[in-house]
Each structure stands twice: as structure tokens, then as C-alpha cells.
């Protein structure tokens, strides 16, 4: 102790180790804020593989025999499995392959790409085999590109953006949604065909033929080497329309668009997207695990404002999904009442002590939780709920243990001693104490990181490790930059320094109710100890039962109010396209509906449903594509200014669209 107790001397009466320690503190946490990563909640994604097979005409009891169990087969040597799904569906099959958390990822997809890719009694008919890694990627935000232009003009213009976009630097992953394969559709009249006696591999052939773009060799000459290149290829309907069918010898030539109809379209009706009624391209946002969402969502924000000043007349640009606004919502929500709480503690101990005195107890706050932020960016750590959560939890404890110094600092200064002698006598004696709480809290939270397994585990391993490296922090800021800073404060204090009218008042009212209200409570608390006690284990068994009984219920995690709400809709497949689209507009009428009827008992009388988005062969739940599938994504009002509950909204646009026969 005595050794400890002349290094906090020593701290007192050098503050220039204390401020420059405090410097450093403060220049470290700044450099490392800026860079921390935000997000709603720390990665928990499974580590997994994906396979898909695509088999063209099969029904899924053909792929679950004949593309399913091979898979399952030959991946069955691959070591580190925890669980293999298989999907087997119409023309497709699907099969997820989940490693165990101690695996690598990397050996891992290789092992099993090996042993896919090494599969040769697949059926002939089989098309396409893509071993990928998923769970790669994250959502951020989607923008919806509507405008007066054809759906394939639509999607040039998208690929544009795209292309831009990635460009950013800030934007690495963009994906276009709404159109299907680009191709030129040929008609012919069958009697056409008949009179010039002509049959569908002869139209093939000679579109063939005439649609090259092909290397034939090189020109070696004396000079230079000369490469040769055959370059016929029809990308227009002009360039097709003038390909020649049929020759004469006298010279007279019959031209594809003399004799078919040429169309400019998509492979598959059903891949579209409407935003608001009208067809658009949608651009989906999304991260990689290292990127940052907000920093995403500002970098194509700040593009679209610039790019609507130059887009030609009628083209609109609307964020959408914007699941990223999430995160900036709840990240503020904890920091202003993380601010909020260090201010009413400084107010708090404004009631007890100097303004000099409670100003540098509470700036240990700021200066810990800074080079907490520079130990979290090189751990890998996030900013997110749950380390704020670990801050919060901190910020609590943090203030009891600089209490408890201030307190007994200040319980010296009222002996008589200076402000040097007391601030070393006082820290010093309650070292001990301050040290052993943090011991508790180290041991209690440390085995609680290394306990919890699994998906929770990964979730709320965050709180203790953020708790932890916040009072190992504190340690050092307690006992080596405060010391200097108290002593320097109440260098002109003493123990017979007239008290301020206030602090008197304040002083007398709490010996009031210590005297009067709490002494008298513990009095009868003593002389009636049975019933006290009694009254005790009666609120703890009481406790319990409401758990036992199922009146408190157990959740792992509150559910939070979301801005975007989706109806998934999945007819057996085979289902016409004009079926799923009638029953679309009736979900979406329903939806408009309950817009009316919502919207006024919002702040404003504002739209409750600020956009509706129906995307065509998509449904996420069902895993399958095609016109039997649909989803309707609506972008409801910021959820800290709406009224009425997510479960009020879904009962209300349910009722409204009724049961579908």
C-alpha cells in the first residue's frame, strides 16, 4: 500500500504526466471513433455454404432423387458440418450447408466445392451447378428508379447507376431487381414459313450464322502482325430486321423483317417490380461485414441528390427499405440518454461538492469511454445496441466507484488536511475497495462471455467484453489522471470555508429525511424484524411465481418497432401469373385502404404508408421463383412518430383484404 500510495503522490504533483496521460486518452479515442462501425446488433450469421442446381422440366420429387441425396452423399466426408438443409422444388434445387463455429470458413467451401463440382452422374439435363458462400452481405437500403421510358430502357439506365454508384468507393455492393434475361423474340407466322418453305432451324441457322463476333486468325506481313476478326454481331432490332433469310440467284433477298415479327424483351413476364403502381428498378444496397451501414446509406443519399439534378424529366429516385435508418434512430436514442445521464449526475454531485470538484469527476467519463472506443476498433468490435447497452451499464457503475473517492476525499478535506493530503489519503484508503469491485464485476461478466454459446451467445457476448474493457479503463484514468486534477481543484478549499446558502439548505433537507424519514423506517423495520423479514421472502417467492406462472414472460430481446412491413404470398406452383397479379392488387387495395382509415390518427394526419412495393417472383420465406410467388413491402411511418402499435397495422390490413379463395 505504501508503494501505491506514492505513486498517487507522485501522480498529484506532476500534472503534467496527468494531463499529457489524459491527452493521450482523448487523441486515441477520437482517431478510433470515426472509424468504429455501426450497426442494430453485433453479426450472429451463421457460417454456411450454398448450392443450387438448376434443373430444367424436373419435379421435385425428380431433384430430391436424383440431384438432393447426391449432394448430401459426397458431402457427408466434409468434416466441420453442423447441419445440412435440402430444398427441392420445381427445376431448382437448393441445399445449405451450416459449419460449426470452430471450423474456417475458407477450408471449409473449398471442401465442399470439391466434392460438389466432383459429381459426374448428375442427369444430362442438369444446367447449372454455383457452390457460393452466403450470409456475406448485409441490407442497407434500396432505391426505386421510376420514369417514362420502357422496362428495357429502364434497366439500362439502372445498370448506369449502377455502375456509378460502385464507383463511390463508399458502395461495394449494388444489385439490380426487377427485370429478367435481355433477349430479342423472333416471330413467324406458321403460313409464312409454309409458303416460303422454310422450317425453325433454318430461321436458327441463318441468324446463326450471320451473328458472330469471332477471332479467325492473323495477317503475318513484312510491317506487322495483323489480327483478323469476323464482327457480325446483331445487337439492335434494325441489325436483326436486316439479316437476310433467303438469296436468289437473280439477286433478290427476303430480310428477317420481311417476313417475322422482332421484339425487344425479357425472358420471364413475372420478374418485374411496381413501386407506388408504376414499373421501376429497384437498386438493393447492401454491406459487406467489414462496411460500415450509415456511411453507405450517406454516400448514396448524397448521390441521388446529384444525380436527380441531372436526370431527365420525369425520373424519380425514391429510397426504399431503408432498414439502415434503424440504426441511426436507436444508436441516437442511447446516446442522448447516455448524455443525458452524465449530465444529471453532474448536477447530482453539483448538490455535495465544488463545481471544480464534481466537473473533473465527471469528466472521467468522456476521457474512459474514448479509449474504450480505441480499444473496441482494434478488437473488432462494433457500435451498436448492445455495446452502448455496456457503455450504459458502465456509466452506472463508473459513478459509483467516483463517488465513493469523491466522497471520501472530501470526508478528509472536512478533517483539516490540504487538498494534496487529502486527495492521496483519501483515494488510498478506498483503493482496496474500488479494486475488489471491479474484480467482482471481471469475474461475474468474464464467466458470463466465455459461458454463453450459440446464436445468444454471439449476440450478448458484446456487454460483458465493452463492460470489462470500460472499468479496466476507469482503473487507470481513477488513479492516475484524477488524482492531479481533484487536488488542483480544491487547492482553495478548506474545511472552514463558509458552505453556499444552497448546499446548507440542501445538506439540512437530507439530514431531514435521513433523521425523520429513513431513520424512522429502519427503527421499525428493527423492532418488528419477523414481519419485516416475512415481508421480504413473501416479495421474493412472489417474484417467482409471476415467472413460474407465466404472468412475466421471458423473451431474449424486446421486439422493436420496424418501419417496413411485408405480405409474402405463395400459390402452388403452376399458378398462372394473372392469378398471383389479381390477388396482389387486392392486398394492395387493402393496403390503401387501411392507409385511409390510419393516417389520420397520426402526428400531421400524416400517410401512415408512405410508399407500397410489389415485387413479382420474390418471396423469401418460400425460397422458390416464379409467377406463383409475390411479395408487397410497404414503408410505414418513422416508428418513434407513428401511432399504434406494428401488430394494430398487420390486424387492420389482414381484415381488410380478407381470405383469398
Not at 468490435?381 to 466507484?401: E, F, K, P, Q, Y
Not at 456487454?463 to 484514468?477: D, N
Request: charged fraction near 20%; glycine fraction near 6%; include cysteine.
Amino acid at each position: 500500500m505504501n508503494s501505491f500510495k506514492k505513486m498517487i503522490s507522485f501522480m498529484c504533483a506532476h500534472p503534467t504526466a496527468a494531463n499529457l496521460l489524459m491527452l493521450l486518452f482523448i487523441t486515441l479515442g477520437l482517431i478510433s471513433v470515426t472509424g468504429l462501425k455501426r450497426e442494430t446488433f453485433p453479426d450472429f450469421s451463421v457460417n454456411a455454404v450454398e448450392v443450387t442446381v438448376t434443373y430444367p422440366g424436373a419435379t421435385a420429387e425428380d431433384i430430391e432423387s436424383s440431384v438432393c441425396r447426391r449432394i448430401e452423399d459426397v458431402i457427408d466426408s466434409v468434416t466441420n458440418i453442423a447441419e445440412v438443409r435440402s430444398t427441392a422444388m420445381e427445376n431448382r434445387a437448393l441445399v445449405v450447408v451450416e459449419m460449426v463455429d470452430e471450423g474456417n470458413i475458407i477450408e471449409f467451401f473449398n471442401d465442399i466445392k470439391t466434392e460438389v463440382e466432383a459429381i459426374n452422374d448428375f442427369p444430362a439435363q442438369v444446367e447449372d451447378v454455383i457452390v457460393k458462400r452466403i450470409n456475406r452481405t448485409d441490407p442497407v437500403v434500396s432505391v426505386a428508379v421510376t420514369g417514362p421510358m420502357s422496362p428495357v430502357h429502364l434497366k439500362f439506365y439502372c445498370e448506369d447507376l449502377k455502375d456509378r454508384l460502385k464507383a463511390l468507393g463508399m458502395v461495394s455492393q449494388v444489385e439490380i431487381l426487377g427485370f429478367s434475361d435481355h433477349e430479342f423474340l423472333i416471330e413467324i407466322p406458321f403460313y409464312t414459313m409454309m409458303r416460303l418453305g422454310l422450317s425453325v432451324s433454318d430461321i436458327e441457322g441463318a441468324v446463326g450464322v450471320q451473328n458472330l463476333d469471332l477471332p479467325v486468325g492473323s495477317l503475318e506481313t513484312r510491317d506487322s502482325d495483323i489480327l483478323i476478326r469476323f464482327s457480325e454481331e446483331r445487337k439492335t432490332l434494325y441489325a436483326l430486321e436486316d439479316l437476310i433469310v433467303i438469296s436468289g440467284e437473280t439477286g433478290a433477298e427476303i430480310q428477317l423483317g420481311d417476313i417475322a415479327k422482332i421484339s425487344d424483351r425479357f425472358t420471364e413476364d413475372e420478374d418485374k417490380i411496381l413501386f407506388d403502381g408504376k414499373r421501376a428498378g429497384l437498386l438493393q444496397i447492401s454491406k459487406t461485414k467489414s462496411e460500415d451501414a450509415l456511411r453507405v446509406l450517406d454516400a448514396v443519399t448524397a448521390f441521388l441528390a446529384e444525380e436527380q439534378t441531372r436526370a431527365p424529366s420525369g425520373i424519380s429516385f425514391t429510397i426504399t427499405q431503408n432498414v439502415s435508418k434503424v440504426v441511426r434512430d436507436r444508436l441516437q436514442m442511447l446516446a442522448v440518454n447516455g448524455i443525458q445521464g452524465l449530465v444529471l449526475v453532474f448536477f447530482a454531485m453539483l448538490l455535495f461538492f465544488p463545481f471544480s470538484f464534481s466537473f473533473w469527476v465527471a469528466m472521467g467519463l468522456p476521457v474512459t469511454f474514448l479509449l474504450t472506443f480505441f480499444f473496441m476498433k482494434h478488437l473488432g468490435l462494433s457500435l451498436n445496441m448492445l455495446s452502448m447497452v455496456g457503455l450504459l451499464i458502465g456509466l452506472g457503475l463508473l459513478m459509483d466507484d467516483a463517488i465513493v473517492i469523491a466522497e471520501n476525499i472530501a470526508a478528509h478535506l472536512e478533517k483539516g488536511k490540504d487538498s494534496f493530503k487529502a486527495v492521496v489519503d483519501g483515494i488510498s484508503e478506498v483503493a482496496a475497495g474500488v479494486f475488489s469491485s471491479f474484480l467482482t464485476t471481471f469475474f461475474i461478466f468474464g464467466a458470463l462471455a466465455l459461458s454463453m454459446k450459440g446464436d445468444i451467445g454471439k449476440v450478448l457476448y458484446v456487454i460483458p467484453v465493452i463492460l470489462i474493457l470500460t472499468l479496466s479503463v476507469s482503473l487507470v484514468e481513477a488513479f492516475f489522471i484524477l488524482p492531479n486534477h481533484l487536488s488542483h481543484s480544491l487547492a482553495g478549499h478548506s474545511s472552514g470555508r463558509r458552505k453556499g446558502r444552497f448546499r446548507q439548505k440542501t445538506e439540512a433537507g437530507l439530514a431531514w429525511m435521513r433523521e425523520q424519514i429513513l431513520g424512522r423506517f429502519v427503527d421499525a423495520a428493527v423492532n418488528f424484524r419477523y414481519l419485516f423479514v416475512g415481508l421480504v421472502i413473501f416479495a421474493f417467492i412472489a417474484s417467482i411465481s409471476m415467472i413460474a406462472g407465466g404472468y412475466l414472460k421471458i423473451r431474449a430481446f424486446p421486439e422493436t418497432e420496424g418501419e417496413v412491413l411485408q405480405a409474402r404470398i405463395l400459390f402452388p406452383q403452376g399458378t398462372p401469373l394473372e392469378r398471383t397479379e389479381d390477388y396482389v392488387d387486392k392486398i394492395v387495395k387493402a393496403a390503401d385502404k387501411m392507409n385511409t382509415a390510419l393516417s389520420p390518427l397520426q402526428p400531421g394526419k400524416a400517410n401512415l404508408v408512405e410508399h407500397i412495393s410489389v415485387l413479382y417472383n420474390t418471396n423469401a420465406d418460400a425460397g422458390e421463383s416464379g409467377p406463383h410467388v409475390a411479395t408487397v413491402s410497404l414503408d410505414l411511418l418513422n416508428a418513434e412518430n407513428r401511432s399504434g402499435s406494428m401488430d394494430d397495422i398487420i390486424n387492420k390490413w389482414r381484415s381488410l383484404a380478407g381470405e383469398y379463395p
